[in-house]
């Protein structure tokens, strides 16, 4: 048995408006549900939703994680860059090297991404939304491809990717950019088992994978907390 990746959620200062500025970058539908709060939803079935939730606290630092967009040409990549700095993105110095093609921004609240120069085999494929990927260890990106069901895309040296057997975008970690644990992110992963499924089988098969519980009940969603072999939080909701 395995669990489905429902959807990435972001922590937002104004869920609003970081949901409208990633709408029009992505190109995808804003949802707003009274329980669900703002969600954007995938145009098919191979990636997954991006929820924003409400939190008072303020961007600290850089996230460990953050997104690839990719381009089909030069003229398409400053095309990207040029919409993004207009919805209210900017300019960052991250460390990249001039030499690299891609481009680093960050989006209204801080949040970094990377738009990619044409070209890139790695991500070929994988949809404009190519990747969403972490500073971690090799241990969690086995543990996740065990507990999504997710092969393994790509594990060379201290980088590992997964990848849906049905496409889509790839999540990959890379122990190069490993930092202290961190329980909190502004970006955590929310996972369900199929709707025939089981919550508590779940939660125990990803203690078996090598997951912990960190809360003592559930949430006021139904939701049990984990977190993943490096200490990142995420949850598990009730069968859907």
């Given amino acids: 048995m395995t669990c489905h990746l429902f959807e990435l959620r972001f922590?937002?200062?104004?869920?609003?408006?970081?949901?409208?500025f990633w709408a029009s970058v992505l190109d995808q539908e804003i949802a707003e549900d009274p329980q669900d709060g703002i969600a954007l939803l995938s145009d098919d079935d191979t990636g997954f939703r991006i929820r924003f939730l409400p939190t008072q606290?303020?961007?600290?630092?850089?996230?460990?994680?953050?997104?690839?967009?990719?381009?089909?040409?030069?003229?398409?990549?400053?095309q990207t860059v040029a919409r993004a700095l207009e919805l209210g993105a900017?300019?960052?110095?991250?460390?990249?090297?001039?030499?690299?093609?891609?481009?680093?921004?960050?989006?209204?609240?801080?949040?970094?991404?990377?738009?990619?120069?044409?070209g890139s085999n790695y991500l070929a494929g994988c949809g404009f939304l190519a990747e969403v990927t972490c500073a971690g260890s090799r241990k969690v990106?086995?543990?996740?491809?065990?507990?999504?069901?997710?092969?393994?895309?790509?594990?060379?040296?201290?980088?590992t990717a997964i990848r849906?057997?049905?496409?889509?975008?790839?999540?990959?970690?890379?122990?190069?950019?490993?930092?202290?644990?961190i329980r909190s992110s502004r970006l955590r992963f929310d996972i369900a088992p199929s709707a025939d499924g089981d919550?508590?089988?779940?939660?125990d098969r990803l203690v078996s994978l090598g997951a912990t519980r960190i809360d003592t009940g559930r949430g006021k969603d139904s939701s049990v907390t984990m977190a993943d072999p490096d200490g990142r939080e995420f949850r598990v909701l009730t069968p859907r």
């Fill in 164 to 181: 849906s057997p049905r496409g889509g975008p790839k999540i990959s970690w890379d122990g190069e950019r490993m930092t202290p644990m």
């Fill in 141 to 159: 990106g086995y543990f996740w491809s065990e507990a999504l069901g997710w092969p393994l895309a790509w594990d060379r040296g201290l980088q």
């Fill in 90 to 118: 900017r300019p960052i110095d991250v460390g990249q090297r001039p030499d690299e093609g891609h481009i680093v921004l960050a989006d209204p609240e801080g949040n970094e991404f990377c738009v990619i120069e044409p």
């Fill in 57 to 78: 606290m303020q961007k600290s630092g850089q996230n460990d994680w953050h997104v690839h967009l990719t381009s089909t040409s030069p003229a398409d990549q400053q």
């Fill in 11 to 20: 922590d937002a200062n104004a869920p609003v408006r970081l949901a409208r």
């Fill in 199 to 203: 919550q508590q089988a779940e939660v």
